[in-house]
């Protein structure tokens, strides 16, 4: 088995046989288990919880979202590009750990809150967690380590956040029903912490000079390079300066943002919409847990399809069949069109994130990176939050979610449009 490193054993690993084990593997591991845990089981596990506040709590739909929403306004934004020029400057390892550290210690503290600001603040505390912890250091970590192979090794990453997905609805479910959701989301928290600080500290490094290696396991810098033009001949990295001044760089932040924002909307509020149409909570939680299931598909899928194809390409495709899907929920009462959405929903939502920063750095090199993606990371954050507190709303008004999938089915396939205007050829920036 190949070595995990330590300070001593740098120049052992750069000299070890090329039929050896890349590193960049472990680096897919770590990111995998990020993923898992700070981002699959938080983002699609708190739904679980959602009942069990509105009732012991007493908070609204929109309450129930709006801390999120909240903790992206006041933490998620600002530190989110400061995040960015972190990662850029001294590597995603220290970045991420301290994103685990805040994760666990709100999850452990929501465990003892009694009023609305209790949740507020907590929540705020995780989503800056998230920001650290989550997509923008991994995003990097693989884009560093892979070029050739990058859209493969996204893929397995982001498996980990499908899989967190798939497991997190029946570990909430069985740790609610057994110790009550205050002990919960305190074990939750532990769990978080205990698995991902020793993989922080044993197993992540930030870039593949750390180990005097190259990406991909190429055998020198030079041969990287190669590797790099023969993906992306027109490829050269540029500074976030002229990458904002470009046309593909508003696309990708525009079409992103309100994609992931019908996702958040959907993923929020969808074992709450499944008990208003009749559904127990026991077969509205199998349709979410079978919505996240489909997802692995996609994800393992479209990390080979994005290697072969155009990425903007394979991205606008499922953006738009996500986004077209959503208006099945129109059919919320026939089995048969729910377990249709379900699975091509759920589908098409595999290639959500991962997609965002493989055309990111085909359009602009990855020599600030960290820094691009934090700014597209910190827009669709706003649709990801800011979606379920607009459905939230939307039902407290109506009570009825119709109008809110409408809204997020049509600006989802404009956004799908806004990601096939793109480019395929480096975009210059204008004066």
């Not at 009732?55 to 979202?65: H, N, P, V, Y």
């Not at 934004?77 to 995603?92: E, N």
Request: hydrophobic fraction near 55%; aromatic fraction near 12%; include cysteine.
């Amino acid at each position: 088995m190949f070595p995990l490193p330590t300070g001593g054993q740098q120049r052992f690993v750069s000299t070890i046989p090329s039929n050896r084990l890349f590193y960049g593997w472990w680096i897919v591991v770590a990111a995998f288990l990020n993923l898992f845990f700070a981002v699959g089981i938080i983002f699609y596990g708190f739904p679980v919880f959602y009942p069990a506040l509105a009732e012991s709590l007493g908070f609204t739909r929109a309450q129930l979202t709006q801390g999120f929403l909240l903790g992206f306004l006041v933490a998620g934004l600002p530190f989110g590009l400061v995040a960015g020029t972190v990662i850029d400057r001294i590597g995603a390892r220290w970045v991420i750990l301290t994103g685990v550290g805040l994760i666990g210690m709100s999850l452990m503290l929501m465990g003892s809150m009694t009023k609305l600001w209790h949740y507020e603040l907590l929540c705020i505390v995780e989503v800056l967690g998230y920001v650290l912890a989550g997509p923008i250091g991994n995003q990097v970590l693989v884009a560093r380590w892979f070029q050739a192979r990058r859209g493969r090794a996204m893929g397995y990453v982001y498996l980990g956040l499908g899989l967190g997905g798939v497991v997190s609805p029946l570990l909430c479910n069985s740790l609610i029903r057994n110790f009550g959701w205050r002990h919960a989301l305190e074990l939750i928290g532990l769990l978080v912490v205990a698995v991902l600080v020793p993989v922080g500290i044993f197993v992540t490094r930030s870039s593949p000079g750390d180990l005097g290696l190259a990406p991909d396991g190429a055998a020198s810098g030079a041969a990287a390079s190669s590797i790099a033009q023969q993906s992306n001949p027109a490829l050269q990295s540029i500074d976030i300066r002229s990458a904002a001044r470009t046309t593909n760089f508003w696309l990708i932040l525009a079409g992103s943002t309100v994609v992931i924002g019908a996702v958040g909307a959907v993923i929020q509020h969808f074992i709450l919409f499944l008990k208003d149409a009749g559904y127990s909570a026991s077969i509205a939680s199998r349709f979410f847990t079978a919505l996240l299931v489909a997802s692995l598909g996609g994800r393992v899928l479209v990390g080979y399809v994005a290697d072969r194809f155009r990425k903007k390409d394979v991205m606008a495709l499922f953006y738009a069949v996500l986004s077209a899907s959503v208006l099945l929920l129109n059919f919320v009462h026939s089995p048969g069109a729910v377990w249709a959405f379900v699975l091509v929903f759920g589908f098409s939502m595999g290639a959500d994130y991962m997609l965002i920063p493989l055309v990111t750095a085909e359009c602009f090199g990855t020599a600030s990176l960290g820094k691009l993606l934090a700014i597209i990371i910190m827009g669709y954050s706003l649709g990801q939050w800011g979606a379920p507190w607009i459905a939230g709303r939307i039902f407290d008004a109506r009570h009825t979610y119709e109008l809110a999938w409408n809204i997020f089915a049509v600006a989802g396939l404009l956004g799908g449009a806004a990601i096939f205007a793109i480019s395929p050829k480096l975009d210059r920036p204008s004066a």
